[in-house]
């Protein structure tokens, strides 16, 4: 588009271009949110979302993205994961490995059947074997989740729903989801807020009291929101009575009166 030969649309187009470039332009610059947000869609998970992006930013630079990606979302599962495992639990568990593991020994110098009390002392050694590895042997919640395959895409697919369902197999994923799933897609909604509130209070009604103001954000986004059509040009004489009504008593209309 911005090579159109209609200087209206070129423009347009350079400037949206602009604006993209600003968010997406240089892989430094990209929010990760966005794909970790993907790789949580049952749906597609790793193996789309590294697809997509080689199509979009070529095999070079996708790749990358797309490993870049993929250690942020290991890295926001690891932050998840710590704070779902408090130090005191795996004192705890080390210090009780321990001593079963003690009193295994004790037992196996000492009365008792040998082959299964050596059995059980290999097994507790494992298992803090384990513990100090902090589970690095096992896949991780992550790992099976990316592993296993993909859920049907259906327009009826709820992904909440899915989560919720799941969150016993993945109780540290699900946490990850249920936070990440929740940031808005845009930042337009805060902005146009603002904007609305610019367009109210401007230079020439900079005298308008914050509850007046309130009023008037309110008041046009229960219009806007309404079925039936408001046409204010009709009411126009019946709106000004009102008004001189208010000046005459003193009045000064709220959130509230409205």
Not at 118 to 140: N, P, Q, V
Not at 212 to 240: P, Y
């Amino acid at each position: 588009m911005t090579a159109s030969d209609n200087e209206e649309l070129s423009s347009m187009a350079r400037s949206m271009k602009e604006k993209y470039d600003k968010y997406w332009g240089k892989i430094e610059k990209m929010n990760m949110l966005i794909f970790i947000s993907s790789m949580l869609d049952p749906r597609t998970k790793l193996e789309y979302l590294e697809f997509v992006i080689c199509q979009m930013y070529g095999e070079s630079d996708g790749t990358t993205i797309a490993g870049l990606a993929k250690d942020a979302m290991f890295e926001l599962f690891n932050e998840y994961k710590m704070l779902n495992t408090p130090a005191s639990n795996s004192v705890s568990h080390a210090s009780s490995f321990s001593s079963e593991s003690q009193r295994s020994k004790t037992t196996f110098y000492g009365h008792g059947d040998a082959s299964k009390t050596i059995t059980d002392r290999y097994k507790l050694e494992f298992k803090k074997r384990k513990m100090e590895l902090g589970g690095r042997d096992a896949k991780s919640e992550l790992e099976k989740y990316l592993n296993e395959d993909c859920e049907e895409d259906d327009e009826r697919f709820d992904i909440l729903l899915w989560w919720k369902a799941n969150s016993l197999r993945f109780p540290i994923l699900s946490n990850v989801a249920r936070d990440v799933l929740a940031v808005p897609i845009s930042t337009v909604a805060s902005e146009s807020a603002f904007s609305t509130g610019g367009r109210v209070l401007d230079t020439f009604r900079s005298s308008l009291t914050p509850r007046i103001v309130q009023s008037l954000i309110c008041a046009q986004d229960w219009f806007r929101s309404s079925k039936t059509e408001l046409n204010v040009e009709e009411n126009l004489e019946e709106l000004e009575a009102f008004e001189s009504e208010l000046l005459k008593t003193g009045t000064e209309s709220t959130i509230i009166d409205l």
